[in-house]
């Protein structure tokens, strides 16, 4: 026989509240040296928040199907592997005081045509570079080509790098001038700035790259010597060091890349008379202080191959 009965409700109310410990950073990996030229040797080191415990194993995940690169085997820390494609590295780490096996991850990059410098051999930066370079038109008429900008970014302060590509600006962009203007979101970080001069040294410049209050050959030929980063690049390069932190501003040619951090100063220009020289909206002309030099590098656009090249 089935009975049935009136179960008395309750109405409750309250709160409580539960107390956790985050568990994502209780070991970290990285990497010496984490971008660089394909084969490299690259030092994996795991290291915990708390001493104790040890490496369980490591897995390595491409970013492309195919790898040559080999993890590590057993509990060896650290990790020592060439790497011989771009992608991840993982570890898996026993805490003894959890009791639990945690990972940790550490993306590697390797490029062709390496250089040494670390932003440089960046594919993401690398990727910005070719596309810039290729709106540059550099197989155009001198008068048609067409100085192009960016900026590599700290994206939202995250420490994953984005590149912020210039919009081209009709009335400012020419073959020796971009405005490289970007929409720079909330929490990104500028860290390094980027154009092209889609020329060779020695290369005869069009009208539009002579300056009219500098003195009148000094902008007839392309590099006056040197190439690289013009006095008013270092300008721009002083003001965006000081304004926003810019680290370096690298340029590139038809032959070579450049890399400055700026002089350390400005200094400003002096007509014959020694009064200051303004430019068309009664701004002062201004040039960097003879220190630039030093803080420029340069690297050849293709390396010891010379079908290799950076872009």
Known sequence: MVQSYDVPSYKMSGVQTISANRLDDDVTLTAVVSTGAK???????????????????????????????????????????????????????????????????????????????????????RLGLKQRWDSTHTDSHLESRIERGMYLADSAG??????????????????????????????????????????????????????????????????????????????????DRTDYGVKAMYVIDKDSIYRGTGPSGLDTLKDGAGGPILDSKGNLQLSPTSDWRDSTRTFPRRQTNPSCSVY
């Open 39 to 125: 084969g490299r040797s690259v030092t994996f080191t795991a290291t915990p928040v708390t001493a104790g415990g040890g490496v369980m194993g490591w897995t390595w995940t491409p970013d492309s199907t195919a790898s040559r690169t080999v993890a590590c085997s057993g509990s060896q820390n650290p990790c020592i592997t060439s790497v011989y494609e771009s992608g991840t590295m993982d570890v898996a780490y026993y805490l003894p005081s959890l009791s639990l096996i945690r990972h940790a991850k550490k993306h590697v990059s390797a490029v062709d045509c390496a250089t040494g410098d670390s932003v440089l051999d960046n594919p993401i930066f």
């Open 158 to 239: 995250t420490g994953k790098v984005k590149v912020l590509l210039g919009p081209f600006n009709a009335a400012m962009d020419t073959p020796c001038s971009n405005l490289n203007s970007v929409n720079v979101q909330p929490g990104d970080v500028l860290l390094f700035a980027a154009h092209t001069h889609g020329f060779s040294v020695g290369d005869s410049l069009p009208p539009t790259c002579r300056g009219t209050s500098l003195a009148a050959n000094q902008y007839r030929t392309y590099g006056i010597g040197d190439g690289g980063l013009s006095p008013d690049d270092q300008v721009r390069q002083y003001r």
